[in-house]
C-alpha cells in the first residue's frame, strides 16, 4: 500500500525560504511522478511542478526563478524549495506521488493513479 | 498557457439525482483532461484521467465524456459522500498542469 507523509515548517518570514519534503512508502518508487500542488485559503489548486522519469523537473513558469524540486532516491524522498517567500506564497502545500503508464498509441504517458501528502499549511507572515 | 473554466461554479442536488459538470478549455486538449473530487480537509483525489477513463477504486456512477476543449463529469445517482468540490485538470500542455475553478456540489 502506497503512503505519503510530508513534513517542513508552516510559519515563515518574507524573503525566507520554503523546504518541505515527502516520503513515499510502498510501491516501486520509480513509477511514479512526483509533484508539488499548491492551494491558497479559500481559492483554487496550482501546480507548481513535477519531477518525471526522466529525472527532469518542470516547473510552474511564474515560480521557475525560485522554485526547485529534489529527489533522493535511496530514502525515497522528495523536497521542494521556494526562495524569497512573500504572503502571496501563503497557501497549503502538497505533494503527490503520481503513477504514471506510458500509452504508445499516443505517445505520451498518462497518469492513472495518485497518492497525496497530508499538505503543510505555510503561513508567510512577517 | 491553458485556461479551464468550469461550470456550474455551485450545483445544488438531492442524493440520488444525475450531476453533469462541465469543464471547457481554451485550447484544444485531446483527451488529455483529469477530473478530482476535494473534499472538505482532504488533499484532492483522481477520479478520472484521459477524460474517460476512471481511476482505481473509483466507482462506476462516475464517468466523464469529451474531447477537444469540451468535457463532461457525470455522476449517475449522488451518494452522500460525493457532496464535495470537483476540479479539472489539463495535462495536454505543459509547462503548467493547470486546473480549472472547481465546482462545489452541495445537497439541496
Known amino acids: 500500500q502506497v503512503q505519503v507523509q510530508q513534513w517542513g515548517a508552516g510559519l515563515l518570514k518574507p524573503s525566507e525560504t520554503l523546504s518541505l519534503t515527502c516520503a513515499v512508502t510502498g510501491g516501486t518508487f520509480s513509477d511514479f511522478f512526483l509533484a508539488w500542488i499548491r492551494q491558497s485559503p479559500g481559492q483554487g489548486l496550482e501546480w507548481i511542478g513535477e519531477?518525471?522519469?526522466?529525472?527532469?523537473?518542470n516547473y510552474l513558469p511564474s515560480l521557475k526563478s525560485r522554485v526547485s524540486i529534489t529527489v533522493d532516491k535511496s530514502k525515497r524522498h522528495f523536497s521542494l524549495s521556494l526562495t524569497s517567500v512573500t504572503a502571496a506564497d501563503t497557501a497549503m502545500y502538497y505533494c503527490a506521488a503520481l503513477r504514471f503508464f506510458f500509452d504508445p498509441s499516443r505517445h505520451r504517458f498518462s497518469i492513472y493513479e495518485d497518492y497525496w501528502g497530508q499538505g503543510t499549511l505555510v503561513t508567510v507572515s512577517s | 498557457e491553458i485556461v479551464l473554466t468550469q461550470s456550474p461554479a455551485t450545483l445544488s442536488l438531492s442524493p440520488g439525482q444525475r450531476a453533469t459538470l462541465s469543464c471547457r478549455a481554451s485550447q484544444s486538449l485531446s483527451t488529455h483532461l483529469a477530473w478530482y473530487q476535494q473534499k472538505p480537509g482532504q488533499a484532492p483525489r483522481l477520479l478520472l484521467y484521459d477524460a474517460s477513463n476512471r481511476a482505481p477504486g473509483i466507482p462506476a456512477r462516475f464517468s466523464g465524456s469529451g474531447s477537444g476543449t469540451d468535457f463532461t463529469l457525470t455522476i449517475s445517482g449522488l451518494e452522500p459522500e460525493d457532496f464535495a468540490v470537483y476540479f479539472c485538470q489539463q495535462r495536454g500542455s505543459w509547462p503548467s498542469y493547470t486546473f480549472g475553478p472547481g465546482t462545489k456540489v452541495e445537497i439541496k
Open positions: 519531477f518525471d522519469n526522466s529525472d527532469t523537473a
